[in-house]
């Protein structure tokens, strides 16, 4: 019977000796290292076996159908996962926007009309590669000459609607 080599786990980085039953073993014993061993070949296997995601996808859908209102009840007695999911969502949300604009140079040629463009209170963000940047943007529509008698009746139209921009 030949020796059996020590082997460096992957995830903890520790030296191990592989089972003399499993001689092949590439993981420590360790409970997480096992752990994390079985999670990526889970992830694995959904990406590249249909049947095995079928069936993973039923087993989810049976446990939720016998565990009814679990979710709400555990959201319910952990506010910080609750939050914490939240704020992740968000993220992943925000990134899912920025995706589309990552490395994109497109500059859009806008028709000359009429109306003017206020920029008020510019948001930009951090955007990798990105000649964009987000902005809020109001447009109003130029009048062009008005009559004396109709600019009063304005003027009071505006005072009542914002007593702040007649100064």
């Known amino acids: 019977m030949g020796l059996i080599q020590d082997c460096r786990c992957p995830y903890c980085h520790d030296s191990f000796q592989p089972s003399i039953y499993r001689p092949q073993q590439t993981v420590c014993s360790k409970a997480e290292c096992q752990r994390r061993r079985r999670r990526e070949y889970h992830r694995e296997k959904l990406q590249a076996d249909p049947e095995y995601?079928?069936?993973?996808?039923?087993?989810?859908?049976?446990?939720?159908?016998a565990h009814p209102?679990?979710?709400?009840?555990?959201?319910g007695q952990h506010p910080e996962y609750h939050q914490r999911n939240r704020e992740q969502q968000q993220l992943r949300d925000q990134k899912r926007r920025f995706r589309v604009l990552a490395k994109n140079n497109l500059a859009l040629d806008l028709k000359r009309s009429a109306a003017e463009v206020w920029l008020l209170r510019p948001k930009t963000k951090n955007l990798a590669k990105n000649n964009l940047a987000s902005a809020e943007v109001l447009i109003f529509q130029a009048l062009k000459h008005l009559p004396q008698s109709s600019a009063k009746a304005c003027k009071e139209q505006l005072s009542s609607l914002c007593p702040e921009l007649l100064v």
Do not use: I
């Open 53 to 65: 995601r079928l069936v993973a996808r039923d087993s989810q859908k049976k446990w939720r159908q």
């Open 69 to 75: 209102g679990y979710d709400q009840n555990y959201r």
